[in-house]
């Protein structure tokens, strides 16, 4: 059974820096791209990066892009999302997610979900 388990939230006033990080286990790491989201207090789930399984090729939702990049390692079964710029409207709870289907993760309909990580930006 396949397990994600995100670290690295935490508080940052605004314009400071975060580094997510997710640990999977249970799956064949390097078969699935993989995805960060967050969700607000009230808000859907939303996408916010995503990798491919080999990692030759990145997505950003447009709130994002520029601010943030995700990565991976395969070899330490890990994707991370560093964030740069960080804005109180970044404030949410952040999730990785695995799935075999790129266009599916873009979608937010993951195979697997992580439990989530606080990120609180203060102004």
């Known amino acids: 059974q396949g397990q994600l388990v995100e670290s690295g939230g935490g508080l940052v006033q605004a314009g400071g820096s975060l580094r997510l990080s997710c640990v999977a286990s249970g799956v064949t790491f390097s078969s699935y791209a993989m995805g960060w989201f967050r969700q607000a207090p009230g808000k859907e789930r939303e996408f916010l990066a995503g990798?491919?399984?080999?990692?030759?090729?990145?997505y950003y939702a447009d709130s994002v892009k520029g601010r943030f990049t995700i990565s991976r390692d395969n070899a330490k079964t890990t994707v991370y999302l560093q964030m740069n710029g960080l804005k109180p409207e970044d404030t949410a709870v952040y999730y990785c997610a695995a799935d075999l289907n790129i266009d599916r993760l873009r979608s937010v309909r993951c195979d697997y979900w992580g439990q989530g990580t606080q990120v609180t930006v203060s102004s």
């Open positions: 990798v491919t399984w080999r990692g030759i090729s990145t």
